[in-house]
């Protein structure tokens, strides 16, 4: 027990640092980008969005970029989202 709870601590921490950063365009538009999810999950962004918008949103323009080379082919590496909302 006493090994598991500094691992725990330490991937908790980790963890917590995956956060997305939201840029206010106009009166009810946002920008959001995460920080890199491997595989490309959306999830950061969705969460963001709900506390940005708590009475919904709507997705107006998504970009996707990985962390390749060309920034977009399929090799290893993670995807940067790009989302801009609209708050209902």
Known sequence: MRRILPLLAVVLGVAGCT???VNKLDYRTYQIQDSGV????S????R???QVCPSG???LNERE???TRDGY???RGEVFTTW???CL
Request: aromatic share 4%; charged share 25%; net charge positive.
């Open 19 to 21: 956060t997305a950063s």
């Open 65 to 67: 970029r990985r962390n």
């Open 38 to 41: 491997p595989g490309g999950s």
């Open 57 to 59: 949103y709507r997705v």
């Open 48 to 50: 963001v969005a709900q």
């Open 73 to 75: 082919s399929e090799d």
């Open 84 to 86: 801009t909302i609209r």
């Open 43 to 46: 999830a950061p962004n969705r």
